[in-house]
């Protein structure tokens, strides 16, 4: 979304495999979760940036579903909510996969509700236990070519390597949730129709503010000018309805 933006999720993977078969024998993904964004704190920011934070909850978001679906032991879990998830799926489900959580607090008082928000988000993480058995599957490598393409909306040609070797493996190997059931499509759908509000109602929310802005200096304007003995009753009872109107509309898109 923004190449030079230091705001987002980051992922370093070192993958083992072998010379001769390429077979992955191992991997280890350092992770950087970009943290979790408030509109409020957003709201004096350009469009480009409101855009960013709404992506960067939004995988959160999904990362969040995908660990209280496996501490519910639910039938399946929504690792294709967001490519964040996807990518980091077998670092939760995998057999003998590891994995660790730091989260990052700070002890300024300002900082308060986010480091509450965190210590729950961890928390959740820290108690989630995942039984390998109840929610493997098998699949075949075109199921998970398809599943891919789909995914990054690109030919398997144009996806690298380490990521493509990473999911695609031999059918007798077994990963989670590839193919998506209409429950997990409508977890999918209420994800994205969360964040699309969500910077909805941002924008809308900034819109006020503005009009705000405008309106005490106009009612101001036309207060003075009634005092104007020269000017038009009528005209000025008819400026103050509209800016009313016009105001009150601009409140109403908020609900």
């Known amino acids: 979304m923004n190449r030079s933006s230091s705001r987002s999720h980051c992922i370093f993977q070192i993958i083992l495999r072998d010379k001769k078969s390429n077979e ?12 979790n964004e408030r509109g409020a704190d957003n709201m004096s920011s350009d469009r480009l940036t409101r855009i960013e934070s709404s992506s960067i909850n939004h995988s959160l978001f ?20 967001s490519k964040l998830t996807l990518v980091l799926r077998d670092s939760f489900v995998a057999e003998n996969a590891r994995t660790c959580m730091i989260a990052m607090v700070s002890p300024g008082n300002l900082s308060c509700d986010h480091t509450i928000n965190t210590l729950h988000y961890a928390n959740r993480v820290k108690e989630m236990i995942v039984e390998e058995s109840e929610i493997m599957a098998e699949v075949n490598d075109q199921d998970l070519d398809d599943d891919i393409e789909k995914t990054y909306d690109v030919p398997i040609s144009g996806i690298p390597d380490c990521l493509v070797m ?55 304007d036309l207060y003075s000018a009634d005092k104007n003995t020269k000017y038009d009753f009528t005209m000025y009872a008819g400026a103050v309805s509209a800016l009313l109107k016009n105001h009150i509309k601009v409140v109403q898109q908020l609900q």
């Open 24 to 35: 992955v024998h191992g991997k280890f993904s350092l992770v950087d979760l970009a943290g």
């Open 62 to 81: 999904a990362l969040k579903e995908c660990i209280r679906a496996i501490g519910k032991k639910q039938g399946h879990i929504p690792f294709r909510g």
């Open 166 to 220: 990473e999911l695609q493996k031999n059918k007798a190997d077994k990963v989670v949730d590839v193919v998506a059931t209409p429950h997990e499509v409508n977890d999918e759908r209420k994800t994205y129709s969360l964040s699309a509000l969500q910077t909805k109602l941002i924008e809308k929310h900034q819109l006020c503010l503005e009009n705000m802005k405008s309106w005490t200096p106009c009612l101001q």
